[in-house]
């Protein structure tokens, strides 16, 4: 078996790194930069050295050849990705490992692929994860969403390494929308520690998130029970609680008022955007989505939007 990873950010570089003690795996980019000489991926993962087992190409030809490919580029530079390599990914195992709605279209990483690559095997990859800690080698468990079981089964079989452990579901619905949606609740949650209303604050927004996202999951036709496990509370927990996370990151500089890298890739922005669109038209109640995306498109500020947050109507929990 040969693996490739399509994207050399951090997080495909870690999954890279960590397939690579089960077979040989091809890592593409579409700029080397200095990794193939210098075996590791400065920009975006620096101090983790290449197996030798792991080699690097920017030729998707090559890439292309791997019995399995996984996904790793920002969600809104997916279709482009597949668009732009259909005929070379016909009839491929197709893995997306990236978290976030589509925002032109309101659609998720698996239905993007059937609709780009209709022959491909699609699944996607997500759950609660470091780059860092995957690159270290450190125990961190995802789940595989694949609607066909007995390929979910045999990827999760050739997938999983000595530190990660995949767990196995047919709901694809509910695994995109558990590992998107958390990332708009992590933006909240950063920007109610930026400002300083505290960890109880936080507290109350994990919890309502996540019964927006629950809210919406139900409505797009998502299993109830997905989003309690590793995509959706287990993902929450870990974006919405460490500074390590990106979309965290961008949250607390929304509270501080203070600059953020507009070169960093937070799938949360386009998501809450994206999904907020989706919730209006369907009529759902999503109101920390409508904050955050009101924020992100400057048409709220901080303080507007969490008193908006804390004068909302008494009702039962």
Same mark, same amino acid.
């Given at each position: 078996?040969?693996?490739?990873?399509?994207?050399?950010?951090?997080?495909?570089?870690?999954?890279?790194?960590?397939?690579?003690?089960?077979?040989?795996?091809?890592?593409?980019?579409?700029?080397?930069?200095?990794?193939?000489?210098?075996?590791?991926?400065?920009? @975006?993962?620096?101090?983790?050295?290449?197996?030798? *087992?792991?080699?690097?190409?920017?030729d998707?030809?090559?890439?292309?050849?791997?019995?399995?490919?996984?996904?790793?580029?920002?969600?809104?530079k997916?279709?482009?990705?597949?668009?732009?390599?259909?005929?070379?990914?016909?009839?491929?195992?197709?893995?997306?490992?990236?978290?976030?709605?589509?925002?032109?279209?309101?659609?998720g990483?698996?239905?993007?692929?059937q609709?780009?690559?209709?022959?491909?095997?699609?699944?996607?990859?997500?759950?609660?994860?470091?780059?860092?800690?995957?690159?270290?080698?450190?125990?961190?468990?995802?789940?595989?969403?694949?609607?066909?079981?007995?390929?979910?089964?045999?990827?999760?079989?050739?997938? *999983?390494?000595?530190?990660?452990?995949?767990?196995? *579901?047919?709901?694809?619905?509910?695994?995109?929308?558990?590992?998107?949606?958390?990332?708009?609740?992590?933006?909240?949650?950063?920007?109610?520690?930026?400002?300083?209303?505290?960890?109880?604050?936080?507290?109350?927004?994990?919890?309502?998130?996540?019964?927006?996202m629950? @809210?919406?999951?139900?409505?797009?036709?998502?299993?109830?029970?997905t989003?309690?496990?590793?995509s959706? +509370?287990?993902?929450?927990?870990?974006?919405?609680?460490?500074?390590?996370?990106?979309?965290?990151?961008?949250?607390?500089?929304?509270?501080?008022?203070t600059? +953020?890298?507009?070169?960093?890739?937070v799938?949360?922005?386009?998501?809450?955007?994206?999904?907020?669109?989706?919730?209006?038209?369907?009529?759902?109640?999503?109101?920390?989505?409508?904050?955050?995306?009101?924020?992100?498109?400057?048409?709220?500020?901080?303080?507007?939007?969490?008193?908006?947050?804390?004068?909302?109507?008494?009702?039962?929990?």
């Open positions: 078996m040969t693996v490739a990873v399509l994207g050399a950010g951090a997080f495909g570089t870690a999954l890279a790194i960590s397939l690579a003690q089960n077979c040989p795996v091809t890592l593409w980019a579409r700029d080397l930069g200095d990794m193939a000489r210098s075996r590791e991926n400065a920009k @975006r993962l620096p101090g983790f050295g290449f197996p030798d *087992t792991l080699s690097v190409t920017a998707m030809s090559i890439a292309s050849r791997a019995d399995i490919l996984l996904l790793s580029v920002p969600m809104q997916l279709r482009a990705l597949l668009q732009d390599n259909a005929l070379l990914l016909a009839d491929k195992r197709l893995v997306a490992c990236c978290k976030g709605i589509e925002l032109s279209t309101g659609l990483p698996v239905t993007v692929i609709e780009c690559v209709p022959s491909a095997t699609a699944a996607v990859l997500t759950g609660p994860s470091f780059a860092a800690d995957i690159a270290r080698g450190l125990p961190t468990a995802l789940t595989l969403a694949c609607k066909n079981d007995a390929a979910g089964e045999k990827l999760q079989q050739l997938l *999983t390494t000595p530190n990660l452990r995949l767990y196995r *579901t047919t709901d694809t619905i509910g695994a995109e929308l558990g590992g998107a949606l958390k990332n708009v609740i992590a933006i909240a949650c950063g920007t109610a520690m930026g400002a300083g209303l505290g960890e109880s604050a936080r507290a109350a927004l994990m919890t309502r998130g996540y019964a927006e629950q @809210r919406l999951a139900a409505h797009l036709g998502a299993k109830p029970g989003l309690s496990g590793l959706g +509370f287990g993902d929450l927990t870990l974006t919405c609680t460490s500074t390590q996370s990106r979309n965290y990151q961008l949250g607390l500089s929304l509270g501080k008022e600059a +953020f890298d507009p070169d960093t890739t799938e949360g922005a386009a998501t809450a955007i994206a999904v907020q669109d989706v919730a209006q038209r369907a009529g759902l109640d999503m109101p920390i989505t409508a904050a955050v995306a009101g924020l992100l498109e400057k048409r709220l500020d901080v303080q507007t939007a969490m008193n908006a947050l804390l004068t909302r109507p008494l009702k039962e929990e």
